[in-house]
């Protein structure tokens, strides 16, 4: 009976095994398959791992699986010693920041209250309604997380020293706001920085209008441009190379630009303010 019941432990063991190791490669390729089709914007999922884990899934999985993975773990290593190089040569200045505003609360159509700001009034073209103080400021304006964030964003910035030369915004208060919270103010306003969803136009020629005025932006020796603006402003179609493939943003990530032989160059994407800022604090 004994050896019957050690018997019987030992097959136990053995599927519980098989099975765990099955269930450990099923779950590798549905997170690479997750990861691919959404193209890595929330960041690769497989590093929830710690590293003795990741070490041992491409160790004991299938030659395949493991392959994809430490494939992976280079392109991150590869993208954060870039990251960090480009993060070091603003330092430098010479580039243009194009900024998404910090954070504001999500109101349904709010391409109606942004054409509201930019549009009606009669302040200029290139002009703003100012809608901090208007009835539908809660619409258009940071909230008070973003508030917070952008002047966080601006104390980061000065002890890092990061150097800022001419600020260019949306005539949107949640642009116009960031550029006064974190880069100490703006020096014009442009319409074309607003985003695409209260206009009738065609992509086209708001990119060629886009492109245009990132050629034509100040860039002093030595500083950086800012542009403060939107997620859905920064085209790919702008860029005559691009070193990111995406140009999607969160709020208070931003785009390095390099502008060479009147060609514009997408250097790099921070999606957010802290893979920029966390480079900078070491311990």
């Not at 002009?127 to 304006?141: G, I, L, M, P």
């Amino acid at each position: 009976m004994i050896k019957k019941r050690d018997y019987e432990l030992k097959i136990i063991r053995l599927l519980s095994g098989v099975l765990f190791a099955i269930g450990l490669i099923v779950l590798s390729t549905v997170v690479y398959l997750y990861d691919k089709q959404h193209q890595n914007k929330i960041g690769t999922i497989v590093y929830f791992f710690d590293e003795h884990v990741r070490s041992w899934l491409i160790q004991n999985l299938s030659k395949e699986s493991g392959r994809k993975l430490e494939k992976e773990q280079h392109e991150k290593e590869r993208h954060e010693n870039v990251a960090e190089d480009v993060a070091r040569n603003l330092l430098n200045g010479g580039y243009i920041l194009h900024f998404r505003h910090a954070e504001r609360d999500k109101w349904i159509n709010v391409e109606m209250y942004d054409a509201l700001e930019s549009d009606v009034h009669d302040n200029g073209e290139n002009s703003t309604r100012y809608a901090e103080n208007d009835y539908f400021k809660d619409a258009v304006c940071l909230n008070k997380r973003g508030e917070i964030q952008a002047r966080a964003i601006g104390e980061h910035l000065k002890q890092i020293g990061l150097p800022i030369g001419y600020v260019i915004s949306s005539p949107s208060c949640r642009s116009r706001q960031t550029a006064e919270l974190a880069f100490g103010g703006y020096d014009r306003l442009d319409r074309d920085l607003v985003h695409r969803g209260p206009y009738n136009e065609t992509e086209t020629n708001h990119i060629s209008s886009l492109k245009d005025l990132y050629l034509n932006l100040p860039l002093n020796n030595g500083t950086n441009t800012i542009v403060s603006a939107h997620n859905q402003v920064a085209h790919k179609d702008m860029f005559d190379k691009m070193e990111s493939s995406t140009v999607d943003l969160q709020e208070g990530g931003f785009l390095v630009i390099s502008r060479r032989d009147n060609k514009l160059i997408l250097v790099h994407r921070f999606y957010d303010f802290l893979a920029f800022q966390r480079i900078f604090y070491e311990r």
